[in-house]
């Protein structure tokens, strides 16, 4: 896992943050899922499917993986949440996410056969139900996987299984099962659809999607309060997924992501003025020496050319 996956990750174990992503997807930025409901689960999805002990078991790593309770006319609603963070599109992400959501749907059928055997209510040996230790009035908990792209590019990727298959006849796909990615990806959300986010991922993602247009990204500094005290995570997915050169105080726990902008490119602004400057010194040192057949020390010296100039001249002529 590379070291920009490693901060995505880290980042989004962070309830509020978790939670955000998915009362943006799921409620349009209605707080419904609470962070205090969440309850991180090992990310370690093994598997033996319907094991009869001859099968292989298959062991996969999500990024991340939470449940959740949610409170619906005084009931409790239970799911189980993952986040899969990439900071590049990936286009077998159907499969992957499929495979993992599975995994976690068979993990429930061996953790609900396993209560029945500490039970000991197995029902008949020639049912069904004993075969496969889950039984008919037995349930499983839903699985929601979330995929957020940390980039401003456009998914460009399949999102559904059937977009990945080979043969695009309708009468085939119509008998093969698709599954379908849930997405969150910057550059489709609009400008006002960021104030439905209620953590500092809104200020992640705003700066990401606006990262490459200097005007969009001034705009949503005007709009977005939260990047001139952003948690220093935060500020740290931004440096990373963005190559903006951000300076981070380990020490300061809030970053002032909008006066650190300003200020590189206050310097870039500087630097290129500067730079304009040389080539233009460059151009008169060369007329004179060629004009007047004299050294380029004396050309400087004719031109009044400040001392703290000259090294770099020589370098550049």
């Known amino acids: 896992m590379g070291s920009v996956d490693i901060i995505t990750k880290d980042y989004m174990k962070d309830n509020s943050v978790f939670a955000d992503a998915f009362n943006y997807f799921l409620y349009d930025g209605k707080q419904v899922i609470r962070p205090e409901s969440l309850q991180e689960l090992d990310t370690t999805e093994i598997a033996i499917p319907f094991a009869n002990g001859n099968e292989e078991a298959v062991q996969k790593f999500r990024d991340l993986l939470k449940s959740a309770i949610l409170?619906?006319?005084?009931?409790?609603?239970?799911?189980?949440?993952?986040?899969?963070?990439?900071?590049?599109?990936?286009?077998?992400?159907?499969?992957?996410?499929?495979?993992?959501?599975?995994?976690?749907?068979?993990?429930?059928?061996?953790?609900?056969?396993?209560?029945?055997?500490?039970?000991?209510?197995?029902?008949?040996?020639?049912?069904?139900?004993?075969?496969?230790?889950?039984?008919?009035?037995?349930?499983?908990?839903?699985?929601?996987?979330?995929?957020?792209?940390?980039?401003?590019?456009?998914?460009?990727?399949?999102?559904?299984?059937?977009?990945?298959?080979?043969?695009?006849?309708?009468?085939?796909?119509?008998?093969?099962?698709?599954?379908?990615?849930?997405?969150?990806?910057?550059?489709?959300?609009?400008?006002?659809?960021?104030?439905?986010?209620?953590?500092?991922?809104?200020?992640?993602?705003?700066?990401?999607?606006?990262?490459?247009?200097?005007?969009?990204?001034?705009?949503?500094?005007?709009r977005d309060s939260g990047l001139k005290a952003l948690d220093v995570e935060a500020a740290r997915v931004i440096k990373a997924c963005t190559n903006t050169n951000i300076p981070i105080d380990e020490k300061e726990r809030v970053i002032n992501v909008c006066k650190a902008v300003q200020e590189m490119n206050d310097l870039a602004r500087q630097e290129g003025r500067q730079e304009a400057r040389l080539e233009t010194l460059c151009s008169d040192i060369r007329n004179v020496m060629e004009s007047f057949h004299v050294s380029l020390e004396d050309a400087m010296t004719g031109l009044k050319v400040p001392k703290e100039d000259w090294a770099i001249l020589r370098k550049k002529i």
């Not at 056969?113 to 009035?137: I, M, P, Q, V």
């Not at 995929?147 to 119509?174: N, Y």
């Open 71 to 222: 409170m619906s006319d005084d009931k409790a609603a239970y799911l189980i949440l993952g986040v899969e963070a990439e900071s590049e599109l990936k286009y077998a992400e159907p499969v992957k996410n499929g495979l993992y959501d599975f995994l976690q749907y068979s993990k429930q059928v061996q953790q609900t056969a396993a209560r029945h055997r500490n039970a000991k209510d197995w029902k008949g040996h020639d049912t069904g139900e004993f075969l496969s230790g889950f039984y008919r009035e037995d349930k499983l908990t839903p699985v929601i996987t979330l995929v957020i792209l940390f980039e401003s590019a456009k998914w460009d990727g399949p999102r559904t299984l059937h977009e990945m298959m080979s043969v695009q006849d309708p009468d085939i796909l119509e008998y093969v099962a698709d599954y379908k990615i849930n997405l969150i990806e910057p550059a489709e959300i609009k400008m006002d659809d960021f104030d439905k986010f209620h953590s500092n991922l809104k200020s992640v993602l705003g700066f990401i999607k606006y990262s490459n247009d200097r005007e969009e990204l001034d705009a949503f500094f005007k």
